[in-house]
């Protein structure tokens, strides 16, 4: 996996949060923390786009023979 700096994880994750993608918690402590973890609505696309990516290799040849026989292999 590349590296990343710490500046560019932030500027990442800054921009995930002002989507709405992500919700940021700050502990403060000793140690001052922060914690992001996806939104509920950033969660269900994830599911959502999940069963599409791991249903790819059960239903994607088929659709790939039925475009093939609708207007010819391209």
Not at 34 to 61: F, I
């Given at each position: 996996m590349p590296r990343i700096s710490p500046k560019s994880l932030k500027q990442s994750l800054r921009g995930?949060?002002?989507?709405s993608l992500v919700s940021r918690t700050v502990y403060d402590g000793s140690q001052r923390r922060v914690e992001y973890a996806l939104t509920t609505s950033a969660a269900?696309?994830?599911r959502r786009s999940r069963r599409l990516?791991?249903?790819w290799p059960r239903t994607g040849r088929k659709l790939l023979d039925a475009q093939?026989?609708?207007v010819g292999p391209s």
């Amino acid at each position: 996996m590349p590296r990343i700096s710490p500046k560019s994880l932030k500027q990442s994750l800054r921009g995930l949060e002002r989507s709405s993608l992500v919700s940021r918690t700050v502990y403060d402590g000793s140690q001052r923390r922060v914690e992001y973890a996806l939104t509920t609505s950033a969660a269900a696309c994830w599911r959502r786009s999940r069963r599409l990516v791991l249903g790819w290799p059960r239903t994607g040849r088929k659709l790939l023979d039925a475009q093939e026989a609708a207007v010819g292999p391209s």
